[in-house]
């Protein structure tokens, strides 16, 4: 450690206890730095091989070079224009996926509770298809039509869910319920469309990559460099808000307006992820849980969350993109699929201990 760090560590639960000029106190725990480590080597490793496969395959020791500009001209047109930008995006988009879960469930103290589930997402998803069925908005209308009709969704839910307090299993019945509406919502806008934007709405509507290049990343990328700083001071308080309002007040955290801006940050995740690729499911439902797991440890941590986001995206796109190729499924429909079983066992599981 450098000059004016102090730190020791319990092999109890092998945590480095670090204090920084007496003023930060932190704890890192090397099982969830291993953990974290790992999925993202692993999602790494997936990455380039996801790159490499296609009509024109490229070895991994060609995609590197490719990367890192010392490849050949049609290698470089390949990885870096073509494949590149959508393993990107994949990465982006499940990290995104995996934090967002993490604060719902965190907030809800439920592993129920995700965007997807208590409605965020679909909500998220009824404000872009306003746009751009009855706007014809692009990009970034459509990103701001998705962050307002989830942040819209986030407000219905929670004043209904409202009764002194916001109760997790109240909230995540109640989101349930508003998810169906606005599925009902959703639907109805397709069918009254023109015949073509309902079958692009439709696609759409699936969650896919296909067709998202450079002009999508640096957007996620930027929202993505700005959400992540609050999360970073944000996220240390959540313990204490999972502890109760009450204990939340005691240790010097103000509960409310800290909610308030956790799911305003959490719907940001989601309303980035629909505007681009549409609604993918089930990835912010799975990912804390899972990494949680790996972990060890008792409540939902954002960054190992983040890790498995990015891991279970990139593995389903690469399946999607090639179970059936030269046909690419949207990755909506893999998440969904495999997502569904996980969510099935998830209830059954929640149901025993009610």
Not at 133 to 156: D, E, F, I, P, S
Not at 204 to 230: D, E, H, R, Y
């Amino acid at each position: 450690m450098t000059q004016g760090q102090r730190g020791n560590v319990d092999f109890g639960r092998r945590l480095w206890i670090v204090r920084l000029r007496d003023r930060v106190d932190g704890r890192i725990d090397i099982r969830t730095v291993a953990v974290c480590a790992a999925l993202l080597l692993l999602t790494a490793v997936v990455a380039v091989v996801a790159v490499g496969t296609g009509d024109y395959y490229v070895p991994p020791n060609e995609v590197l070079d490719a990367v890192f500009g010392h490849s050949s001209r049609i290698a470089e047109i390949i990885v870096m224009e073509w494949r590149f930008p959508r393993v990107v995006l994949a990465f982006l988009f499940g990290a995104a996926l995996g934090v967002s879960g993490a604060i719902f469930q965190s907030l809800t103290r439920n592993p129920l509770g995700s965007p997807d589930i208590i409605g965020f997402a679909t909500g998220a998803y009824t404000g872009a298809l306003v746009v751009i069925l009855t706007l014809g908005g692009g990009y970034y209308q459509t990103g701001a039509g998705a962050l307002v009709g989830g942040l819209a969704t986030a407000a219905a839910v929670y004043l209904l869910a409202y009764k002194r307090g916001v109760q997790g299993f109240r909230l995540i019945i109640v989101g349930i319920g508003v998810s169906a509406m606005l599925a009902s919502i959703n639907t109805w806008l397709v069918v009254k469309a023109d015949l073509a934007d309902a079958i692009a709405a439709a696609v759409w509507g699936t969650g896919s990559l296909n067709g998202l290049g450079w002009a999508q990343v640096w957007p996620a990328l930027v929202v993505s460099a700005v959400i992540a700083p609050c999360l970073a001071v944000l996220s240390r308080r959540l313990p204490m808000l999972e502890m109760g309002d009450d204990a939340a007040r005691a240790l010097g955290v103000r509960a409310e307006p800290t909610r308030l801006m956790l799911v305003f940050l959490g719907v940001a995740l989601i309303a980035l992820v629909t505007a681009a690729a549409g609604p993918i499911s089930f990835v912010a439902l799975a990912a804390p849980q899972l990494a949680r797991r790996l972990t060890g440890t008792s409540g939902v941590a954002m960054v190992p969350a983040a890790c498995m986001g990015a891991l279970l995206l990139v593995v389903g796109d690469v399946v999607a993109q090639r179970v059936f190729a030269p046909t690419q499924l949207p990755v909506g429909v893999v998440t969904v699929s495999v997502g569904g079983a996980y969510f099935v066992w998830l209830l059954a599981r929640e149901g025993r201990k009610q």
